[in-house]
């Protein structure tokens, strides 16, 4: 009876081709939705539920998907298809954001719980070497829980950064963060490093906090760098900044017309096997010595402009890709 764009698009034939045709006969086992339409109309069930082959005019078929439901009127069937890929990045989302509130809690609650005895700990530890006058060989025990103790709440501190900032909001221009990332970074790294810019001139302002995107950006080109060592030491290590717009894309279960889309490439060993899935965890690093909180911070910065990052690394490219949407 009817069928939208986006189905005319998948099958590459038009809506007045396939309006009034025997639609199971679009896939490659048409049995399947044969009974699941009968069961449908039978109401034998609320929804159904299976994965099946969209057979294309041209191409192959494609992995679908579909969801078979009763109408709002007798003997009306609903049937919705969503690409399996798109149906894997979508779970794939809700895990991640899923992931996020709960290590968000988490921090929050650790960070509290570990700072309150340090001010304790940093104290009795001061008092102890008052009481040492003299014997400054036994100083340098105190000075160790002293330093180790402001070490503890530096990290406590860096934990609970995000949640104690408030969101300062004005008119953000993407490119101005990524110059001033680009800048810090080549101060840093002024040889062996090229960084490239390849910016989309047309993308529009929008409303953020500046501060707390320079950061994201920053966090995650800084650990590009930093897995980029080898590289920058034989002098050809590449960093790429890359903006675009993308149109009509579904994030966090929602469906935007423009977003922005930022990738920062670099071009060095690749994202452990090990860590792949855990690298916006807390306190989870690639780098001996890190600190593991670049990747959280810049997730949840990001995550607070109701935006998502992506990761996509292999050995000799790895691309960090952050979208946010744009009105």
Do not use: W
């Not at 966090?252 to 690298?279: M, S, T, W």
């Not at 997730?299 to 790895?318: A, K, N, Y």
């Amino acid at each position: 009876m009817f069928a939208n764009a986006a189905l005319e698009d998948a099958l590459g034939i038009s809506r007045r081709s396939i309006e009034g045709s025997d639609f199971p006969q679009s896939f490659t086992e048409p049995e399947l939705l044969q009974s699941a339409l009968q069961r449908a109309v039978q109401h034998a069930s609320g929804a159904l539920r299976y994965e099946a082959q969209l057979q294309r005019v041209s191409g192959d078929p494609s992995p679908v998907h579909v969801l078979v439901a009763p109408g709002e009127r007798e003997g009306e069937v609903v049937v919705e298809m969503l690409p399996q890929e798109q149906l894997a990045r979508q779970e794939r989302e809700e895990r991640l954001l899923d992931q996020a509130r709960a290590n968000k809690d988490l921090i929050r609650n650790l960070a509290h719980e570990i700072k309150n005895p340090l001010g304790g700990l940093r104290g009795a530890a001061q008092l102890l070497e008052m009481e040492l006058e003299g014997r400054d060989h036994l100083k340098e025990y105190t000075q160790v829980i002293i330093r180790e103790a402001d070490r503890l709440q530096t990290l406590v501190d860096r934990l609970l950064a995000p949640h104690r900032r408030p969101h300062v909001v004005g008119d953000v221009n993407i490119h101005e963060v990524c110059e001033r990332v680009r800048a810090l970074i080549e101060a840093e790294f002024p040889r062996g490093l090229k960084v490239v810019r390849d910016y989309d001139a047309s993308l529009p302002e929008f409303r953020g906090d500046r501060e707390q995107l320079i950061q994201a950006v920053l966090n995650i080109a800084h650990n590009a760098c930093q897995a980029l060592v080898e590289r920058i030491a034989a002098g050809d290590a590449e960093l790429i900044l890359l903006t675009r717009i993308a149109r009509q894309v579904t994030f966090g279960k929602q469906r935007y017309r423009l977003a922005l889309e930022l990738h920062v490439i670099d071009n060095g060993p690749g994202v452990p096997q090990a860590i792949k899935d855990r690298i916006f965890n807390p306190l989870v690093s690639g780098r001996e010595g890190g600190s593991g909180l670049g990747l959280t911070l810049a997730q949840t910065f990001v995550q607070q402009h109701h935006g998502l990052i992506e990761c996509d690394s292999v050995p000799g490219r790895t691309d960090f890709k952050i979208l946010i949407p744009l009105p």
